[in-house]
C-alpha cells in the first residue's frame, strides 16, 4: 500500500537500516548486508574442495558426507558482526537471510542433492528460553525456504546444559560436549541423509556430539553445513 511506503520512508529518515558489516545505510532491495560486502565476503569455499579442512576435523571420529561452512570467522574481522547481532542481538532474521543465501550459493553445485532433513544442532531449553530462539534453526529455516527440504527441530534435544565453548581448549570443547544431546524416534532417520546445521565450526565438537546419537541409525548418511568456520 502506498501509504506504507510512505510510513517506511519517514521512519527510514531518522532510524535508517545499514549494513551490519560496514554500517552504510541499506538500499530498498538489500537486505541485512550491502551488496558490496555481500561480494566482499570471505567465502570459505569449501563446498568446491574435497577433503577439504573442515571435512578433516571429523576424520578419525565418525563418517560424514560432506561438510562446509559458507564464510571465515576471523579475529577482529568486521563479519564477525553478522554473529553477533544473529546470537546476541536477536537479530532471527540475519540467520534466515544468510541461509538463503548461502543455500542458492551451494545448491549450484549440488550440496544439497539427496538431502532428505535438516536438524539445527539444538540449544538446551535453558538457553533457548533465555535468548528466546535458536539461532541454528533460523539458519536451517532460511536453507529450508530456498530448497524446500524439511527442518526437524524436535527430534533431537540438549539434555545437559553446558557452558559456553569460547576460550576453551579443543580437549576441554570435546570433553563438554560429550553425551548431551538425545535423539527420538530414531526410527524415522533409517535410510536418510541428514543435514546438521549450526552457525559457527570450530573444532567440530558440537557438531560431532549431536551425529554421535544417529549411530545405531542403519543406513543413515550425516552432512554438516555452518554459517562460519573459526579462522
Known amino acids: 500500500m502506498k501509504w506504507r511506503r510512505w510510513f517506511d520512508a519517514f521512519v527510514m529518515l531518522f532510524y535508517p537500516k545499514v ?53 571465515y570467522y576471523r579475529r577482529g574481522s568486521d563479519y564477525r558482526e553478522i554473529i553477533h547481532q544473529l546470537k546476541y542481538k536477536g537479530r532471527q532474521e540475519v540467520g534466515r537471510m544468510m541461509g538463503r543465501c548461502m543455500a542458492a550459493e551451494l545448491s549450484d553445485v549440488g550440496f544439497f542433492s539427496e538431502i532428505d532433513l535438516i536438524i539445527p544442532i539444538p540449544l538446551h531449553a535453558k538457553k533457548k528460553s533465555s535468548r528466546g530462539y535458536n539461532q541454528s534453526e533460523c539458519i536451517a529455516e532460511g536453507i529450508s525456504a530456498f530448497t524446500g527440504i524439511c527442518v526437524d527441530a524436535t527430534s533431537v534435544s540438549r539434555q545437559k546444559y553446558t557452558a559456553t565453548q569460547t576460550r576453551k581448549s579443543v580437549y576441554e570443547r570435546w570433553a563438554n560436549v560429550d553425551g548431551i544431546f538425545e535423539l527420538s524416534n530414531s526410527e524415522k532417520f533409517v535410510g536418510k541423509h541428514i543435514l546438521l546445521v549450526d552457525d559457527v565450526l570450530t573444532t567440530g565438537a558440537t557438531c560431532a556430539a549431536c551425529a554421535a546419537v544417529f549411530a545405531n541409525t542403519p543406513d543413515i548418511k550425516l552432512s554438516v553445513l555452518t554459517l562460519a568456520m573459526a579462522k
Open 19 to 71: 549494513c551490519l558489516v560496514c554500517a552504510m545505510p541499506l538500499r530498498a532491495s538489500e537486505e541485512c548486508l550491502c551488496v558490496k560486502c555481500q561480494i566482499e565476503m570471505p567465502r570459505t569455499n569449501l563446498h568446491l574442495k574435497k577433503d577439504n579442512e573442515a571435512e578433516q576435523l571429523f576424520w578419525g571420529k565418525l563418517e560424514i558426507e560432506r561438510v562446509s561452512a559458507y564464510f
